[in-house]
Structures are given as C-alpha cells and as structure tokens.
C-alpha cells in the first residue's frame, strides 16, 4: 500500500523503451514515441494528484542528435503536440512547465511552443514538471564549474566560493528552475540500468527503481508500484 504521508518530493524518469515498443507493435519509432507522449501526459496527471513537487522526465539527452533526422524531427514535432494537448489540463492542476537543458536548436516551432506553455504556466503554484530537453548531466556540470571560474577571474568569488551548495546553483535544476533540489527517486523504465547522462550531480543519494515496463506501457498503477518500492528502502546518507 502507498504511504500517502511519504510519497518522494522529486521524481524523474528515464522514459526509455519507445523504439522497443514500437518495434514490438511493428510501427515507425516516432509511433512509439507518439505512445510515449501520451504515457507522459498520463504521469504527469498522477503524479500531481498524488502531491509531488517536482517530476523530472528526461525526454532528450545531448546524445540523442546521433539518431536520424526523422526520428528527432518527429520527437520535435511531438513537443508541439504534447503542449496543444496537455496545456489547459496543466492549468487546470496548477502545474508549472520548466525546460532543463538548451533548447535553442530546436526547430522555431517547437521553441515557439515550448515558451508558449513555460509563460502560460508560470504563475501555477502546484507540481513542477521539469523537462530535460537537449540536457546532458556532464554538460551542466562543465557549465557549472565555467560560472564559477568565471566569477573568480573576476574577483567577484574567492576560492573558498566552490562549494556544493554555490556550484548546485548554476545547474540547470539550480537558480534557473527555481532550485529542484535533488530527486528522491530516480526511475527508469524498459529494462536498463544506466543513467545516461542524467542528473549526475543530483543522482548523489537518490534511491533507483528500474523496471522492465516500456515506457509507452507505463500506467499510473506501475507509478505507484515504483513508489512502493522507493518507500520500502532504507535512506542512510553514509550515516549508521
Ligand atoms: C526513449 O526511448 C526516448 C528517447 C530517448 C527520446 P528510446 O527511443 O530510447 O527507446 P529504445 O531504447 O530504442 O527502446
Ligand atoms: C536516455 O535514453 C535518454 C532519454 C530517455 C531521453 P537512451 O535510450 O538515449 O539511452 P541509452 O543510449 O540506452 O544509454
Ligand atoms: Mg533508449
């Protein structure tokens, strides 16, 4: 049973298994990440209705451009149709859209779209729905450390400024999201254990929960399940 006293504060999902799902039901790739769009929107809603702060999905890594054109025009494209059919229903749960990652070589369409949803979201004062989009966890980590640097030559920081809690801050879950914080559970679907880039800084203590589900199959139920599961591990932080 789901302890609704201790459901994790930040979540995010490694959405994998698309092309696997759409292999397996014999359609184009882009169909499977259609089904995955549609999965997204479902956990999204869930995720709210149980009092989540944050929910971080990795939607696009900085190795993702190694795919053809056609899949990554058609991942672009789902963006658009994500946000003409999830928009009002974000609203209506005061849920706020954030962008992680750098979104500016993405076609204008779907910028245009993306910034329609980010400013139309803004003001909502429920879950945060974080979406890594072009976001690579070494990239921000390099980026990171390149402000710091940068304020030192300055004069503007000394040394003794490099800390954990300074250098969190230019992540791109830092000051720019409004400070995520670290996510509680980390979820990956489809069978893969790996972070892929994700959330290096950030994964420091989060628990893992990996499951075998394609992320197209995964329903609100296997959400909870993942959260069972998260609820029945012991947090330590190196302490006894
Ligand atoms: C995850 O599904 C979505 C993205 C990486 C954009 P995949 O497309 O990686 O699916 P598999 O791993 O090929 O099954
Ligand atoms: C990670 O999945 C990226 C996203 C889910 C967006 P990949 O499918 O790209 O990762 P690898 O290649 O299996 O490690
Ligand atoms: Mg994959």
Known sequence: MLD?????KHI????DGNGRWAKKHKVPRVAGHNA???SMKEIV??????????????AFSTENWKRTEE????????????VDLDLDELNAHNVKMQILGDYSPLPKASIEKIEEAVGKTKDNT???FNIALNYGGRLEILESAKELAKQYKEGLISL????????????TTGDTAGNLGDPDLIIRTSGEER?????????????FVFTDVLWPDFTPEELEKCIEEYQSRDRRYGGR
């Open 36 to 38: 995955g769009m549609k």
């Open 4 to 8: 609704m006293n201790r459901i994790p």
């Open 45 to 58: 809603r869930h995720a709210s209705d149980l009092g989540v702060h944050d929910l971080t999905v990795y």
């Open 12 to 15: 995010a999902i490694i959405m």
């Open 126 to 128: 429920g879950m945060r």
């Open 71 to 82: 899949e990554i025009g058609g991942i672009f494209k789902l963006i658009i149709k994500y």
């Open 195 to 207: 972070l892929s880039n994700f959330l290096l800084w950030q994964a420091a203590y989060s628990e």
């Open 160 to 171: 003794d400024d490099f800390s954990e809690e300074n250098f969190a801050k230019y992540l």
